[in-house]
């Protein structure tokens, strides 16, 4: 959808907060299976390249052949830059809702499509991540869907489907793909994390943390995740209008 993302890779934005809210470790998380819907896509990709390097990932796709291809790409990819066999499978989004941490990689306006036939798949204890853009290109610019729409955030829209809201974690918006899907590379960035369950947002921000390079900046609950999925369109009209060229946001 958001195939103009590689050029958010030219800018970077200095915002200026308060040290103390960054962490900067590295939390390593225990290794566990992601599964990725809509894992065919450029950000499904850059999740599965990086995180294949210590978890079983689960590419899913509406077509389970799609998926095996795209698995077998990641897994060449990651094997050679990590040195290792990654564990990388392609299956169907339903298939890949089996897994411990579960990414919604797909488009804003395929929620209600996707979500009820996927979610109730997920077990009780699956954390959900959502990286989702309520986003689209207009003759003005990139403009915010539930502003220009009055639709809601993809946080809240989400949020309707999950039996447990509090699993669900927003996270990874203002990170473009082409930075994810160039391994080893590191990514220096920082990510905003939102979320309501303590054990969801810890988890992500340990899976954030261990792509080198990102940084897990946790920004409250999931009601103002709507603040991060607004960092995008912001970055982008900025770039489109001669903005910084160095890469993402990083907050000092
Ligand atoms: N691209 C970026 O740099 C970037 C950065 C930050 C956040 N995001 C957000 O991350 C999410 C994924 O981004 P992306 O660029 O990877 O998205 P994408 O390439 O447009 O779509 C990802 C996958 O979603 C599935 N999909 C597409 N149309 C669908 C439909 N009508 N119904 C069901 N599934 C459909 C496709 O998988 P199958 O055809 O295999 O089912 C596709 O490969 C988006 O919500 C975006 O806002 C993107």
Redo the contacts with the bound molecule.
Sequence with gaps: ??RA?PCLAKIRFVVRIRRTQINNKIIRTDPVRIGIV?G?????GGFALRWSRDHEILVG???AG??SEAAARYAEAAGAAHGTSPSISGVT?EEAASADVLVL????G?ID??CPGVLEKAGPGCTVIS???P?KKTDTGFEFIPMADGLPPAHEAVSKHMRDPSMLVSA??????KKLEKIPREVRCDIFVCGDGKGSVDLVKGLVSEIPGLNPVYLGPGRLAYLAEMA?PLLLNAMIRGGPKNPGISLS
Excluded: C, K, L
């Design positions: 959808m958001f993302w809509g065919t896509g450029g950000m499904g796709s509406r077509d799609r998926a989004n990689s797909i488009p804003y395929q499509a996707v990286p989702i853009v986003m990874f918006h203002a990170v473009s793909e995008t």
